[in-house]
């Protein structure tokens, strides 16, 4: 079955770590998307990346990180500058045409203590 | 700044009765817009699309209507059943270039038995 598969689903860390979320799609897309999702809220982006080796900034990019060196992967590094790392994480990808969906993971609930 | 959001935070509803979910977009300039289900601990589902060129779509027990005129979106379910219990989001392509969403705060559908 195609599918975006995120992992691991929770993740433990201490205060002061980086942490790194694995985000692997063989949908063949182009575009990939990380997303934040805070209890009771909609989700916000943190980074996105519509080809290899290119990525850009979305709109909550400050204290992540990612890089983008093949195509059916994009992990996400939260890094220790992150004040409220504690949240669930969304990988998407999209084919990355005008007006197509994105199709999401099911998520990482990254717990930070 | 412009942004899409969602009249109720909770809904309601009967089993068997129908479900309408109302979403807000303030881009005018907005040209297509997506419905997500996001079950508990899951990522969000794509149920349905739209583009601004149309006014109504339908799909299996799901129409999503749009009216650009003041610019709001709904979702209608028709015959509600206990599977759809679920948190509704709508999506807005913010730039309508590729693929950037802006995702309003989500409506929690409850169905009761």
């Known amino acids: 079955d195609g599918g975006i598969t995120q992992s691991p689903k929770y993740l433990f860390r201490k205060e002061g770590q980086n942490v790194t979320l694995s985000c692997e799609q063989n949908?063949?897309?182009?575009?990939m998307y990380w997303y934040r999702q805070d209890p009771g809220q909609g989700l916000r982006l943190i980074y996105y990346?519509?080809?290899?080796?290119?990525?850009q900034k979305g709109d909550i990019a400050e204290g992540y990180s990612v890089s983008r060196e093949k195509k059916e992967s994009f992990p996400l590094t939260v890094t220790s500058a992150q004040k409220n790392p504690t949240a669930f994480y969304l990988c998407?990808?999209?084919?990355?045409?005008?007006?197509?969906?994105?199709?999401f993971g099911n998520g990482t609930r990254l717990t930070v203590t | 700044g412009e942004s899409v959001g969602l009249h109720l935070p909770t809904l309601s509803v009967q089993e068997g009765d129908n479900s309408i979910i109302n979403c807000a977009y303030s881009?005018?300039?907005?040209?297509?817009f997506i419905w997500y289900k996001q079950e508990s601990g899951k990522g969000p589902q794509f149920i349905i699309d739209?583009?601004?060129?149309?006014d109504k779509r339908q799909g299996q027990r799901v129409t999503v209507l749009l009216n650009k005129t003041v610019k709001h979106l709904s979702l209608q379910i028709a015959a509600t059943q206990p599977g759809d219990s679920a948190v509704y989001f709508c999506?807005?392509?913010?730039?309508?270039?590729?693929?950037?969403?802006?995702f309003g705060g989500g409506t929690r559908l409850m169905v009761k038995p």
């Open positions: 739209i583009r601004s060129n149309m």
């Open positions: 949908l063949n897309h182009d575009a």
């Open positions: 881009n005018s300039a907005s040209d297509y």
């Open positions: 998407a990808s999209s084919t990355g045409r005008t007006n197509s969906p994105l199709h």
């Open positions: 999506a807005e392509n913010r730039d309508n270039a590729g693929n950037m969403l802006t």
């Open positions: 990346s519509q080809i290899v080796n290119d990525f």
